[in-house]
């Protein structure tokens, strides 16, 4: 084969490839701009029937999801901006601090990485309800204010930082906190960020959590509203899909913006180098 | 010890206890409460409680429910691990080319991990169910059937994971010293040969974490059943996770108990080689 037939088979794989990771994102597009009922009746074609977009603006009316949206940008703005302060903290005392018993609590964060939020469920239900904490911000974010997985990323980045940058900082008469604020941190930034940005992603698409401490409609984040509206009669069956266009959209847009950091936070631990 | 050596462990103290605090009550005391609630039994109406052993925990362990429960998560993991890897590998084998545009492919690929776990279901539902579902009547993942419905669930899962392991293995395949992949062209070996004789020994070490977090995905799925089926029908997609959650009545929780504490154990055992795995990663560059 030629080099260019070559790049032509390659060029029509992926696209092909792309076709399929697509489909269920325009099939979802189909069914929300579609007339339900003719949809149905036309035999679900690939194509849509009897076009209407308002059901955007339906969709955002009756599953009042501005307040959902307005829930779920407080949960996660808290969780991430604690998570980061949480972490930065304890990196720092993991990478420069010598105290006893540090091993033991190196330990102990590991450990948490053995935790899944499904096994302890149960009891963490029941403290934040002994709490009074179902259904607030407190019960969805509060479990979540800190992490071993940002530590060890954010700690790994510090202990990057030359030796002698460090050594001249401290001759300089620069305290602890000064060396954190003015050099570790700044030198730093793009791994901080990194994991900002997967923070970010995985507060933002919580489900099971707040599936259990959220019981009244007022209180349901985005993704929780949207099984609410998904299970839905026919005539209504387009509101669900576009409900998730909506839902999807800022998050893909951010996403695509912050690519770079997202992948080198995702890869970090997965690959060498 | 010294002055200096106190003013650092005062820091320390002060840096680590927010975490610590966190850990303590969201992570440590529920284990605890875990192993409390699965040997005293619990009755509706009534705050006390009795101790009782063992017993509830192997009557729990023996139930149809709960092995039940772990057939499906097994299950699960049969149908999303091994495809789902086989396509991230596809996926990121084909654009791990230089072609003018390949970017674009790229965003592509890995963009279902910015769909959240509500949102990939709300579209596998749009697709699958019975009546507005494009494949709706495709009977090999039909929701509808006891027999097919687990598959369908498994779909997307798959979906939704395909982004992240398109771009873990991405990553792997670049890590790939050039000067390998050269070698081995120069050899003249046919690309299906060089695929699997260089490239995937190469890239086995991250396949295998990727294995095991996506073995980890599947004991965890909790979502994809809440909206695509709710469970059913007739509890074929009652996996172990959703068996959990609805255990949550008083009378219930020592049930529950028992199955979280069970899939801690199937957690570790999975995790136990990814984790010395990870642990050398992050002990590498060792103390100061």
């Known amino acids: 084969m030629s080099r260019r037939s070559r790049a032509v088979a390659w060029y029509v794989l992926l696209t092909a490839l792309s076709l399929v990771v697509l489909f269920p994102v325009y099939m979802t597009l189909v069914v929300a701009i579609s007339t339900p009922v003719d949809y149905l009746r036309a035999g679900q074609p690939l194509h849509p029937v009897a076009p209407q977009w308002g059901v955007f603006a339906n969709a955002w009316t009756e599953g009042d999801l501005g307040r959902k949206f307005a829930l779920s940008a407080v949960v996660t703005a808290v969780i991430v901006g604690c998570q980061l302060a949480t972490s930065v903290c304890a990196a720092y005392a993991f990478a420069f601090l010598r105290f006893p018993g540090r091993r033991v609590l190196f330990a102990v964060f590991t450990a948490t990485l053995l935790l899944p939020l499904e096994v302890t469920l149960l009891p963490n239900i029941d403290t934040v309800l002994r709490l009074g904490w179902l259904n607030s911000v407190q019960g969805l974010a509060v479990p979540f204010l800190a992490t071993a997985f940002g530590t060890f990323l954010i700690r790994q980045g510090f202990l990057g930082i030359p030796r002698d940058l460090r050594d001249a900082a401290r001759l300089d008469g620069l305290s602890h906190l000064q060396v954190l604020w003015r050099v570790a941190i700044p030198l730093t930034r793009p791994v901080i960020a990194s994991f900002g940005v997967v923070a970010f992603l995985s507060a933002w698409n919580q489900y099971t959590w707040p599936r259990a401490v959220i019981t009244e409609e007022r209180w349901e984040t985005v993704q929780i509203g949207l099984k609410s509206l998904s299970a839905a009669t026919v005539e209504q069956g387009n509101v669900g899909p576009a409900a998730a266009v909506i839902a999807a959209l800022p998050v893909l847009a951010l996403l695509i913006v912050l690519q770079k950091q997202l992948i080198r936070g995702l890869t970090a631990g997965a690959v060498k180098g | ?288």
């Open chain 2, 1 to 288: 010890m010294t002055r200096r050596r106190w003013r650092e462990t005062g820091l320390a103290a002060l840096f680590l206890a927010p975490s610590l605090i966190v850990f303590a009550a969201f992570f440590f005391y529920p284990l605890y409460r875990l192993v409390h609630m699965a040997t005293h039994e619990q009755r509706a109406f009534s705050s006390r409680e009795r101790f009782v052993g063992l017993d509830q925990v192997t009557e729990v362990l023996g139930s149809s429910e709960f092995l039940g429960s772990v057939q499906v998560s097994a299950a699960y993991v049969v149908y999303t691990v091994p495809l789902g890897l086989a396509l991230g590998i596809l996926l990121a084998v084909a654009a791990d080319r230089h072609l003018r545009g390949i970017a674009v492919f790229r965003t592509i690929f890995a963009s279902t991990v910015a769909t959240s776990v509500a949102v990939a279901s709300v579209l596998f539902f749009t697709l699958l169910n019975p009546q507005l579902g494009y494949f709706g009547d495709v009977s090999f993942i039909s929701l509808a059937d006891p027999d097919s419905a687990l598959r369908g669930v498994a779909l997307s899962s798959i979906w939704q994971n395909l982004g992240l392991t398109f771009i873990i293995v991405l990553a792997g395949l670049q890590a790939i010293p050039t000067e390998v992949r050269e070698a081995t062209e120069l050899d003249g070996f046919s690309a299906t040969r060089r695929f699997f004789t260089v490239t995937l020994p190469l890239i086995g070490p991250t396949l295998l974490f990727l294995a095991v977090v996506l073995v980890i995905f599947a004991f965890q799925a909790f979502a994809q059943v809440d909206i695509l089926t709710g469970g059913g029908p007739a509890g074929s997609t009652e996996t172990l996770v959703w068996q959990i959650f609805n255990a949550q009545d008083p009378d219930e929780q020592g049930r529950g108990a028992v199955m979280a504490l069970g899939l801690f154990t199937l957690t570790l055992l999975v995790t136990g080689a990814q984790f010395r795995f990870l642990a050398r990663r992050v002990h590498y560059e060792g103390a100061p």
